[in-house]
């Protein structure tokens, strides 16, 4: 791990760049600023200069433009020689190491009691902004200076879920416009019989996205599946790693190793929604990791060939720890391609982050504003009815750029549609 690189190996790991620039069109940061600096290249080219004792970690400029790195991956993914994911953590680190102080109260997001307060206050504060701005108060609110503009900016992004079954399936109804649905099979495939799954809530999913949590809880169950959620688990320790706080990083998987280890050896998977959550769990050594299965894989594997019809055109974005950490890239879309009448579109700059990273929209505001519109841009441009993703950052992210480019397209969560679509199909095993 980066923690444990000495310089050998960084100047190893730094000088198997070859400096072709493949990186850039997929670099976030490069896009939004056009500033080779702001590369995965000019990153490595100023550590560089860090190492050789020619230019200060500390100095405010290099360490902003370390610190800006998203930890996407998606350099690494497109790199033909092999650059180490270790080598951009490294880079991190030497920014939190120059300022180990920065904005302490980020480091309580993972805490599911301040996030469940988030959403119980997100909720009532963008309530009020509907009451007296209208349904367009996100574009309002991003004209006035200030405050407001950053008070709109933090409640756009706050991932929200569609909310109770009866109002995701008006919204799918209004979406597909409510007309009459082609007649269903009757024929169904027999549900996986005894698949045991522990399930991991994540502090997101459980404490900013309880309704689709749980949908998803209760299609796995359709489909078959014997599920515990094992009392006792925490974070998953993607925020405390992605800040540098080794302390609570280790805490936290001692944590869950504690939880989960009593159920592993009586379940076949321990199924993660977060995109953010299975990469950081399957980054971790031991049996937990082995057992980690990313919750769209796992239904792409369990759904029926018969899911009933939700004529929809879907754009479909892949959070970065799915797309370049976990490999989850054609589970997805097979999994939609099951859904009749769904058609899958695909975005430009699919590779490219939305500019979410855990807690990179508090830390950079402006630059992650930029990245979270781009990305929307890039979405609406397929002339979709909607955006499904698996990350509830991402969402939000997403949910913010898309209300001031494109109001009218709303983005759900993949495993939402999925539930519509098996509700539509008929009774199997009765969802609440």
Same mark, same amino acid.
């Given at each position: 791990m980066s923690g444990s690189l000495d310089r050998t190996q960084l100047d190893d790991l730094r000088q198997s760049c070859v400096e072709c620039g493949l990186c850039l069109p997929n670099c976030a940061t490069y896009l939004a600023t056009g500033n080779e600096a702001q590369s995965p290249r000019g990153r490595l080219l100023l550590l560089g200069e860090v190492l050789d004792g020619r230019t200060d970690a500390s100095e405010p400029s290099v360490r902003e433009t370390f610190d800006q790195c998203l930890g996407c991956l998606a350099c690494t993914a497109t790199c033909p020689s092999g650059v180490s994911a270790d080598l951009l953590a490294y880079v991190r680190r030497l920014a939190a190491d120059a300022d180990p102080n920065r904005r302490p109260p980020v480091r309580l997001l993972d805490r599911r009691a301040v996030l469940r307060t988030l959403r119980v206050v997100g909720s009532l504060v963008r309530g009020a902004a509907v009451r007296l701005l209208g349904a367009g108060w996100r574009g309002r609110l991003e004209r006035t200076p200030g405050a407001g503009r950053r008070l709109a900016r933090l409640l756009g992004t706050l991932p929200v879920d569609p909310g109770s079954d009866d109002a995701l399936i008006a919204q799918f109804e209004t979406l597909d416009g409510g007309g009459p649905r082609p007649a269903v099979s009757s024929h169904h495939r027999a549900p996986a019989a005894g698949l045991r799954v522990a399930v991991f809530k994540g502090c997101a999913d459980a404490s900013l996205m309880p309704h689709t949590s749980r949908r998803l809880q209760d299609l796995l169950r359709r489909l078959g599946c014997e599920l515990t959620?094992?009392? *006792?688990?925490?974070?998953? *320790? #993607?925020? #405390? !790693?992605?800040?540098? !706080? $080794? *302390? $609570?990083? !280790? $805490?936290? $998987?001692r944590r869950n190793r504690r939880a989960f280890t009593p159920h592993l050896g009586h379940c076949d998977h321990v199924v993660v929604a977060a995109a953010g959550c299975g990469q950081e769990l399957k980054s971790q050594p031991g049996d937990l990791s082995d057992m980690v299965i990313d919750a769209v894989s796992l239904l792409e594997r369990l759904a029926p060939v018969d899911l009933g019809p939700v004529p929809l055109r879907v754009a479909v974005h892949d959070p970065c720890h799915a797309r370049h950490g976990l490999g989850v890239v054609e589970a997805p879309r097979r999994l939609l391609a099951r859904i009749p009448g769904v058609v899958v579109l695909e975005p430009a700059e699919a590779e490219v982050c939305c500019g979410s990273a855990g807690v990179y929209g508090v830390q950079h505001p402006e630059m992650s504003a930029v990245m979270g519109r781009r990305k929307a841009e890039a979405l609406a441009a397929t002339g979709c009815d909607a955006v499904v993703t698996t990350n509830p950052g991402c969402l939000g992210q997403i949910a913010d750029g898309l209300a001031l480019v494109a109001p009218h397209i709303p983005i759900l969560p993949l495993t939402d549609l999925v539930w519509y679509a098996a509700r539509a199909s008929g009774p199997r095993k009765e969802m609440s």
């Amino acid at each position: 791990m980066s923690g444990s690189l000495d310089r050998t190996q960084l100047d190893d790991l730094r000088q198997s760049c070859v400096e072709c620039g493949l990186c850039l069109p997929n670099c976030a940061t490069y896009l939004a600023t056009g500033n080779e600096a702001q590369s995965p290249r000019g990153r490595l080219l100023l550590l560089g200069e860090v190492l050789d004792g020619r230019t200060d970690a500390s100095e405010p400029s290099v360490r902003e433009t370390f610190d800006q790195c998203l930890g996407c991956l998606a350099c690494t993914a497109t790199c033909p020689s092999g650059v180490s994911a270790d080598l951009l953590a490294y880079v991190r680190r030497l920014a939190a190491d120059a300022d180990p102080n920065r904005r302490p109260p980020v480091r309580l997001l993972d805490r599911r009691a301040v996030l469940r307060t988030l959403r119980v206050v997100g909720s009532l504060v963008r309530g009020a902004a509907v009451r007296l701005l209208g349904a367009g108060w996100r574009g309002r609110l991003e004209r006035t200076p200030g405050a407001g503009r950053r008070l709109a900016r933090l409640l756009g992004t706050l991932p929200v879920d569609p909310g109770s079954d009866d109002a995701l399936i008006a919204q799918f109804e209004t979406l597909d416009g409510g007309g009459p649905r082609p007649a269903v099979s009757s024929h169904h495939r027999a549900p996986a019989a005894g698949l045991r799954v522990a399930v991991f809530k994540g502090c997101a999913d459980a404490s900013l996205m309880p309704h689709t949590s749980r949908r998803l809880q209760d299609l796995l169950r359709r489909l078959g599946c014997e599920l515990t959620v094992p009392e *006792g688990q925490d974070c998953c *320790g #993607a925020l #405390a !790693s992605h800040l540098e !706080s $080794r *302390g $609570r990083t !280790s $805490r936290l $998987r001692r944590r869950n190793r504690r939880a989960f280890t009593p159920h592993l050896g009586h379940c076949d998977h321990v199924v993660v929604a977060a995109a953010g959550c299975g990469q950081e769990l399957k980054s971790q050594p031991g049996d937990l990791s082995d057992m980690v299965i990313d919750a769209v894989s796992l239904l792409e594997r369990l759904a029926p060939v018969d899911l009933g019809p939700v004529p929809l055109r879907v754009a479909v974005h892949d959070p970065c720890h799915a797309r370049h950490g976990l490999g989850v890239v054609e589970a997805p879309r097979r999994l939609l391609a099951r859904i009749p009448g769904v058609v899958v579109l695909e975005p430009a700059e699919a590779e490219v982050c939305c500019g979410s990273a855990g807690v990179y929209g508090v830390q950079h505001p402006e630059m992650s504003a930029v990245m979270g519109r781009r990305k929307a841009e890039a979405l609406a441009a397929t002339g979709c009815d909607a955006v499904v993703t698996t990350n509830p950052g991402c969402l939000g992210q997403i949910a913010d750029g898309l209300a001031l480019v494109a109001p009218h397209i709303p983005i759900l969560p993949l495993t939402d549609l999925v539930w519509y679509a098996a509700r539509a199909s008929g009774p199997r095993k009765e969802m609440s």
